[in-house]
């Protein structure tokens, strides 16, 4: 009994570094068919990744956070006084990721919209 209890500990303690090193590995190299943009760390546990697709140019949108994981596309970008803001569609819902604010380059905010009304921002920071 001792010993199949010793080999699940180890499985663990062996499982857990490979999946904590297999996440900070995955995030550089998550789309090889895209480049990189915009990644920023949030308030609340959100972690945004924008790319751009080599071929198509389209921009993709890539968050982890505590509510799961979100992969959206075909989102579009604009510059608003001096900021550049990317936005995504899903449904009924709006993801608006500001890179940078008017008083800080390494700064941004994270604006989710449901029916065009604001439901969510958090501050962030370029990562």
């Known amino acids: ?3 199949i209890k010793l080999m699940k500990t180890s499985a663990l303690l062996l499982a857990l570094p490979i999946s ?3 996440n900070f590995c995955l995030r550089a190299s ?3 068919t895209a ?3 915009l990644s920023t ?3 609340g546990g959100y972690n945004i990744n924008i790319w751009q ?3 198509s140019r389209e921009l993709l949108y ?3 956070s505590p509510n799961g994981n979100l992969s959206l596309g075909k989102g579009t970008s604009q510059a608003t006084e001096g900021v550049r803001v990317y936005k995504f569609r899903s449904g009924i819902y709006e993801y608006w990721v500001w890179d940078g604010t008017l ?3 390494q700064s941004g905010t994270l604006e989710v919209y449901k029916n065009k009304r604001i439901l969510m921002k958090q501050a962030c920071t370029k990562s």
């Open 53 to 55: 697709n080599y071929n």
């Open 62 to 64: 890539r968050a982890t």
């Open 30 to 32: 998550a789309d090889s």
């Open 35 to 37: 480049a990189l943009i």
């Open 1 to 3: 009994m001792n010993f």
């Open 103 to 105: 008083d800080n380059a």
């Open 41 to 43: 760390k949030c308030q």
């Open 20 to 22: 904590i090193l297999a």
